[in-house]
């Protein structure tokens, strides 16, 4: 299963890219959403390799989730790597420069099954994708109009 979602931010790609590895503000957010979140590598923001252990629940089943910074290039991108028990995946933020002070930001999610469990899972999901485009859209706006705002008060 594939998905692939744009938004432009009005901020530079460098700033964009800051609030995007501001790895501890996102998992003080996921917390706050009732997520299990442990970080098992050095909290080191500015390198690849950050792993974290998340746990939480998804359409009533407990998900269990190993993600891990597998790639990290300022201001360019950040690549994770998804790992469950029955599936793996990957999920990629590229930052592309656009006119003066905008950024566009490109989330792409790629997973895949293991197990036939893990098939039959993504399948389900599949029948869902439209909405969770329509959620993830949201929260990238939301994340848009954050990030806009802070790097308005630094200006």
């Not at 290039?73 to 999920?91: I, T």
Request: charged share 25%; aromatic share 8%.
């Amino acid at each position: 299963m594939d998905i692939s979602l744009s938004k432009e931010i009005d901020a530079p790609a460098a700033f964009v890219f800051q609030a995007v590895t501001d790895f501890e503000r996102f998992e003080k957010v996921a917390i706050a959403r009732g997520v299990k979140v442990h970080r098992r590598a050095a909290p080191s923001d500015a390198v690849a390799g950050p792993v974290w252990d998340v746990q939480f629940l998804f359409h009533g089943k407990a998900l269990d989730l190993t993600l891990a910074v597998t790639d990290l290039m300022a201001p360019d991108h950040l690549v994770m790597s998804v790992l469950a028990k029955s599936f793996k995946g990957r999920a990629m933020c590229q930052l592309s420069p656009r006119e003066t002070e905008k950024t566009q930001m490109t989330l792409s999610f790629m997973f895949e099954g293991q197990t036939l469990s893990g098939r039959l899972f993504l399948k389900a999901l599949e029948v869902t994708k439209a909405t969770m485009e329509q959620k993830i859209a949201k929260r990238m706006a939301d994340f848009a109009r954050e990030t806009e705002s802070a790097y308005r008060a630094t200006v």
